[in-house]
């Protein structure tokens, strides 16, 4: 027994754990709870049973079925549910009037091909992505309701009321969801993809800083914050991963209205251009988080000849990130983005100048004039093999690519902020 | 009137392009008709209707929302189907039969907050990342039937027989799924998911072979094969985007019985192992590409002097991924895997020489007994600034950096074969 209340008591830590770090998974929770307590006074009081029978049921399955954690997919799916149900509703009615004139035999017949295409068609347009993302659910209801009335109207001879019915309970129950997913602390899609957005770009850029510091200066770091460091490090992962929660939002967002600071139709399909963007650069600090951790050392003259660029080009390259970030979250348009990208931009040059006085270095013969230069460069020379060269060329390589990439999200952000 | 048959006309040209293109979408939809026309029957035939009545509709209802496209998610959703109504149904009875005893005026009371109180919680297991994968379907039929079973019985009398001929509709519905679904042209998750993992690991060798081949000899290819190549090139990405359908139908894949070549419980996580190596190896074919891309241009000599190890770390990589995916698709131990990573990693060596041979041509100090090569690297350093190399050396370590990721993909590949 002690064994079992042990393992309630870890479960109820667990869950206890999981609601402390997102109070609002524990909001939605009670707003179902709430949704269909509600819903049951159908039930429970005598007026309200009276006017919807027996079918009351289907207002609660509504309920069930429909309530989803954001506003966005909440109105997807009522949107769908009623429409899908009206549509079907009508078309079932009509069929059955036909079926039923074509006499006692081959009304299961005509029934049945009717069920078998109309279902077959409503699957196929399911199966097709540019659809699905609008109507999936709504052709499943489609399908459902088609089948129910059409092939109850063989057994239940008050076909209309059937379908007036389900239609009613349908409309109570969405209407009830909508009011109870809007009224109490919404969590809207839109407003979900735009912080994902900008927490992303802070990951980003963190990530970034993280990675060069790294690698230029490991001795410089206290080991006490190493674990935050590696944390900020792993960033650009959740950039990577996030492309299919970012696809949902948009999708949801979509059916939202103005909200905040969102119009209805806010180009939420934009976001899915910064999204995309994003993921470019994070494939590259990949890249990059991959280099530092190679084996192949690179001589510490190098290094120390390149840290000082390479680490400029890092840092402007996240505080520009960091600002379009900011951009992103205020939805103003920012002074001193351009200021920044400039920044970067003579950050990127200046690398590249000193990965050109490296071959300078290396080949004296090409600058006679520079005495002082040349004797350093002899140093270099016979104490550095190009192999070690190669591990810093390609991080700072690497490093003027992710400049690259970050001028294609500003571009986006400034699409964004154009539309 | 011609615009709108010439709309209708476009259309059905389209939906017959897709469904050319995968002939199992016109398969799946043609299964969908038959179930929903088989359980149909339950309705149009007198004996059958007699048995369950007027809940025939709750057969009908599963087999729509029951019936998917894989086995394995098809049977995902009869099990929760199954085991929600169930435990709910039991449930729900039991709280009724408590509720009736705690007088008239609390019977609504218990019953609301019973159904407020089960519904929250319920909705709590769905938010649990680990739950989701397993019972996400079923917490929500759950809810469902609980609130249904529960509020009905306030009004319904038989309530032990509703909850019986619920049961019992269903368990009609989701057998007739998985009869049509199982023996009606089958597509299982787990061979999906298997061939998908195959098919990416041709891509991404086919994406190498084309980004090193290009890089290289861009001259040498005739132009009428560069739309295919293009094509080839790209292959990479969708082993980036595949993170989310692998998933699911690995998740799918374990509940799937024994088919083809697979056991009951094949390790089918091991796939999503396989599937993230290979990302980690398609990020580095990404910053490849960019690097072919690269407006930097490489000087022709350095080019030359790398471009026949270059080639030979990338195609005898790209032979190692084909024949780790002819591994996979066989499932068979393959003798020459080993060989062939042999020889990935002595061109890696090479590769690495005619670095350090590089090195040697720009430090013509350290190589003085080489005359001939002294006299090469005068004329290299007089005309190739280092900028230059740049392009190429970043090009040759992020190749070693490919080389070394491989290796991470055949380890995961023979974990796949010992599990």
Redesign the interface.
């Known amino acids: 027994i002690s064994g079992l209340a042990l393992k309630v008591w870890m479960f109820l830590k667990r ?1 206890w754990a ?2 402390a770090n997102d109070p609002r ?2 909001i ?3 707003k ?3 949704a ?2 509600i819903v ?1 006074l159908f ?2 009081m005598r007026p309200l ?1 009276d006017g919807v029978g ?1 079918n009351a ?1 289907w207002a ?2 509504t309920v ?2 429909v309530f989803e ?1 954001t506003v966005g997919e909440t109105l997807y799916k009522c949107m769908n549910r009623v429409c899908g149900t009206f549509l079907a509703g009508f078309l079932a009615v009509g069929v059955h009037w036909f079926a039923s004139r074509s006499g006692e035999r081959f009304e ?1 017949l005509v ?2 091909a009717s ?3 109309l ?3 409503a ?2 347009s399911r ?2 992505p540019s659809a699905k993302s609008l109507f999936d659910y709504g052709a ?1 209801i489609f ?2 309701t088609f ?2 009335v059409a ?2 109207g ?3 001879h008050k076909l209309f009321d059937l379908a007036h019915q389900r239609i009613s309970t349908i409309i109570i129950g969405t209407s009830l969801c909508i009011l109870v997913i809007m009224l109490v602390c919404p969590i809207w899609s839109g407003q979900e993809l735009h912080s994902l957005i900008v927490h992303n770009m802070d990951k980003l850029a963190d990530s970034l800083d993280v990675c060069a510091t790294r690698y230029f200066n490991h001795s410089g770091e206290c080991t006490n914050s190493n674990e935050e460091a590696d944390k900020k490090l792993q960033g650009y992962k959740c950039v ?2 996030s ?2 929660t970012e696809e949902s939002m948009a999708n949801f967002g979509r059916w939202e209205p103005s909200h905040g600071q969102f119009n209805f139709r806010h180009p939420w399909k934009q976001y899915l251009k910064i999204g995309a963007s994003m993921r ?1 650069c994070a ?2 600090i ?2 990059l988080s ?1 280099c530092i951790n ?1 084996e192949n050392k690179a001589a510490e003259s190098i290094k120390k000849h390149l840290s000082s660029s390479c680490l400029k080009v890092s840092s402007s390259s996240s505080s520009a990130i960091r600002e379009l970030a900011e951009t992103v979250k205020t939805m103003k348009k920012s002074s001193i983005v351009d200021l920044l990208v400039g920044e970067m931009n003579s950050a990127v040059q200046e690398l ?1 100048n000193d ?2 006085s ?2 300078y270095l ?2 004296p ?2 600058t006679p004039e520079k005495k002082k230069l040349e004797t350093a460069c ?1 140093e270099a ?2 104490t550095v ?3 070690e ?3 810093v ?2 991080l ?3 490093l003027i ?1 992710i400049a690259v990439r970050i001028e294609a999200v500003v571009d986006a952000v400034e699409e964004l902020a154009k539309s």
Chains 1, 2 share one sequence.
């Open positions: 869950a999981i609601a998974k524990v939605h929770c009670i179902v709870g709430l269909l307590t049951s039930y429970f049973y027996r049921m609660v399955m069930v079925v954690p299961p029934m049945g069920v078998f295409l279902a077959s068609a699957t196929f199966l097709n499943m399908i459902l089948s129910f092939v109850s063989y057994r239940v990577l991963s492309k299919a470019c494939y590259c990949e890249a991959s190679s590249q990965l050109k490296l071959s290396l080949n013969s090409t002899i020379t016979t093999p190009l192999m060269f190669i591990p060329v390609t700072a390589s690497i690519e």
